[in-house]
Structure formats: C-alpha cells, structure tokens
C-alpha cells in the first residue's frame, strides 16, 4: 500500500479511528486512576581512596571507579535490607525492603545515586538515608582489612535523602499520551485491516482494480426515493435528476456509430437498484428527446410495470409465444413520454424464451423503431438470463451498489458476460453517499445548484434508495 492509500482509509475510517483513541485514552486514565501514587527519595554518595602522591591517586580513581559498580550492586543485598529494617524499626521482610530501592553509578564518576521509593513520601526518606548510611558502614566493613583499623576507600554521603511530596509513579499525563498514541496506532492498524478485509465496492479505485470497463456515472443516495422513484417525480434541479442526466449524456458516447442501440440493465446480486436504474434512465432518455424503448425482461421477478403504474398482464411472454405484436403491447407512461413493455405473464422457462429465435426477432424490431431500447433484466449472478440477453445487445451496463456488492461479485458477473461474447458498455455505481460523508465514485453530487437554494439547503440525506 502507498501513502495516499492509507490517507483514503483515515479519511474513510476516520471515526473507528477515533473511537479507539478515545477508548485507549480512557483505559489509560483508568488504569491510572487505580494506581497507588509513588514518592521518590535519592542520596548521594562520593566513593575516595586514601592515596596521597598523584600517581596513586590516579590509580585510587579508577579503583574507586571500579568499586562504585560493586557497591551499587550491594545495594539490593539482603544483608544490607536486613541492616536497614533493623535501623528504621520498618516492619517489613528483606525482600520486600530490596524491592523498594535501586542504584545507578553515574558514568565517569565515583558518585552513587540511592533511590528509594514508597507510597509515602517520609517514609522514602527515612529509608534513603537509611541505606545510604548503612552502605557508608557496610563500606568501611569490608574494606578494611584485617588487624587495620582504617579502610583504604570509604564512602561519604555527599547528599543526604531528598524528600519530595510530588508522586513520581503514576503520570497521568504521560499514560494518557502514551494511551493517545498506543490507541492511534491500533486504530490505524485496525482500519487498514479492515480495509484490507472489506472487498465491498466502495470507489472508483476499487472498480478499475477489476475492470477496464467505463464509469458511465454514480447515482447518489435519497431518502426520498422510496416515496418518489421516478425521476418525473424529482424536482429537475435535484442531485439525484442531475445523476442520471450525466449518465444519460456519457451513454451517448458508448457505441457512437450506432443509430439505434440496444443496451442492457443489469446488477450483480438482487438488491442493488438496477430497475430504478433503468426506470430512471429510460425517463432521461426520453425527456432529452430520443425515442426510447424500455422492456421489462426480467422474466423471474418483474417490477418495472408496478413502478410506473402500468399494466402488467401482457408484454413480452405475449409477443415471444406469437399472440401478440410489440406495437400491441408497447404502453406509454404519459408523464414521460417513454414508451414501456412489460414482461407480461411470468413463464417457467425464462432462459429458453430469451435464447428463443423470437426473442431475436423481437429485439431486431426494437432496434429498429426505437433509438434506444433499454432492457430491465435479471441480476447476473444468480441467472444467466441477462447474459443471454447481453450477447443479442450493444453491451450490459452493470448496476454496483456502493458498499454492498463484493469485488468478486463484480469479478464474477463481468466473467459471466466474457463467457458469452457480451460486451461491458459501462459500470454504474448506486447508492452513493453525498459528498462529505464519503468517497465514492469520482466526485458525486452533494452540492446541489437549483435556483435560488443555498448551499447549506442544498445537501442530501445519505439514506438508501429503493431496490429493484
């Protein structure tokens, strides 16, 4: 993954992000809260030998060098945890004492730093200068050699215990920090793995990564469109009119050197929009002036004729078994002006009737009376009809709901069109959020522009349109 890849998944995942910060924040201040405070105490002491001529007083240094490492290891001794119990009368056991206190050499010097810490600030100075004057005694024990009355190296306490009422442990601020960018960090880590999990079509990069087939438009969400489907029910300044005007215009480009064209409506799972999709795409095509044609071949589960308030009883089954003629069954949706048939009677043999020599003919004639005929027909995956169907037409301009259908479905629709000599005229991805509230398919239509609207009226809502 690149940079810019993972900049589209913050911007997309933003929120979860977010959440998980917030979360671990909150766990952070938790857990601190819950700690008992911690109070720090330090000597210092300063290791010398008793050398006097400058070349052993060289030699001294290092020696005492050397010796600063030992005694800062005697610090955690039992002995010298015994020693201490016994001078601060600490009813505590040795172990529990050693615990309490560290050392630390400081580098290129015979210093000795003793920390001491305790949940009581007092009680870690008494201890502090307990050790440190019991280290000082422990010193000059075992330096001094026998039948000697003195040690050649001794160690004077130079700071005596520091006592501090500020809590060394724990740091609200540096565990909330801490919590801040540990949570950033899954958060981040999550997203990109749900990102990496999540094979929903989501933006126009995730289409071209399966197809070279053209993007013809993107059909935005509307929380209105359950109530009012077809486009002769929006007001013609609407997002959702616009969407398809800019379908209907980039449709005018596929196959230019046809007069007459036959294209195919189809999705890859039910539930995507693609009868909306059709519907409202034949009404545009109308209203700017080509004499269209939309057929209901969805042979299975026809739906076209109860949205537009159409007659359903005879359509195409009626023309396909030769009781009828197209001119008899063709209707017109008067709101419109598009010219409809509908599937009529539903068969049991949807497949054969459309492999049929009369649904041959019944396109042929089609093509010919009309500029463009626009055929509703089944989803790809769960029939072969609409691949059938694609084969006798100009190319199957596939529906994809955003955020619902699968890159392997999309893969496996398009394989299902290859296997039959069916060309891809287009993709059209449905159900777009408005802009600002995600990143679709090229640039959407959340800015509305109809006359005298402002802009901050102009937004939609992001809710689902209706399936078909």
């Known amino acids: 993954m690149e940079l810019h890849d993972y900049i589209r998944i913050v911007r997309r995942r933003w929120i979860s992000i977010l959440v998980v910060v917030v979360l671990a924040a909150a766990a952070a201040a938790g857990v601190t809260a819950l700690q008992t405070p911690q ?21 001294g240094s290092q020696f005492s060098a050397q010796r600063v490492k030992s005694y800062a290891d005697l610090i955690t001794s039992r002995e010298l945890a015994k020693r201490v119990i016994s001078d601060t009368e600490i009813d505590a056991k040795p172990e529990e004492m050693a615990e309490k206190v560290e050392a630390r050499a400081v580098l290129d010097t015979v210093n000795l730093e003793i920390t001491v810490t305790d949940t009581d600030a007092s009680r870690a100075q008494l201890i502090a200068q307990s ?4 280290l000082s005694d422990l010193v000059r024990e075992l330096e ?10 001794k160690a004077t306490i130079v700071d005596n215990a520091s006592y501090s009422d500020s809590a060394v442990s724990p740091q609200p601020k540096r565990n909330v920090g801490l919590g801040v960018v540990l949570g950033l960090l899954v958060g981040l880590g999550l997203a990109v793995l749900r990102e990496l999990l999540d094979t929903r079509i989501k933006s126009s990069e995730d289409v071209a990564e399966i197809t070279d087939a053209p993007a013809l ?16 029910q929006l007001s013609s300044h609407s997002p959702r009119a616009e969407s398809f005007r800019v379908l209907r215009t980039n449709l005018q480009f596929v196959d230019v050197d046809s007069e007459h064209k036959v294209f195919v409506v189809t999705s890859a799972v039910p539930g995507e929009g693609k009868t909306s999709t059709a519907l409202n795409l034949a009404i545009s095509l109308a209203q700017g ?23 359903e009883a005879v359509g195409v089954t009626t023309v396909l078994v030769g009781k009828a003629d197209l001119a008899d069954v063709t209707q017109q949706h008067e709101e419109s002006g598009l010219e409809f048939v509908a599937a009529g009677s539903v068969p049991p043999n949807p497949a054969e009737l459309i492999q049929s020599r009369a649904m041959d003919d019944f396109l042929a004639q089609a093509r010919a009376d009309y500029d463009v005929v626009i055929l509703d027909a089944p989803p790809l995956l769960p029939v072969t009809d609409s691949a059938l169907l694609a084969a006798k037409s100009d190319g199957a301009i596939v529906v994809l709901s955003h955020a619902r259908v699968t890159r392997d479905q999309v893969r496996l629709s398009i394989d299902r069109l290859e296997q039959v000599d069916a060309h891809v005229a287009g993709l059209v991805l449905n159900k777009v959020p408005v802009k600002g509230k995600s990143y679709g398919y090229g640039y959407g239509y959340g800015y509305g522009y109809s006359p005298g609207a402002s802009s901050e009226s ?11």
């Open 131 to 134: 050790y440190a004057e019991q």
């Open 144 to 153: 001094t050699q026998a039948g000697a009355t003195s040690a050649p190296i």
């Open 289 to 311: 002036g080509a004499r269209t044609l939309l057929v209901e071949a969805d042979l299975r589960r026809p739906m076209a004729a109860k949205r537009l308030g159409l007659d």
């Open 458 to 468: 102009a937004a939609l809502s992001d809710q689902p349109g209706t399936a078909g």
């Open 39 to 59: 109070y720090a105490s330090t000597a210092r002491l300063f290791v010398t030998t008793s050398q006097i001529d400058q070349a052993q007083l060289l030699q």
């Open 217 to 232: 438009g993107t059909i935005v969400f509307d929380s209105a469109t359950e109530k009012t489907p077809l486009l002769t």
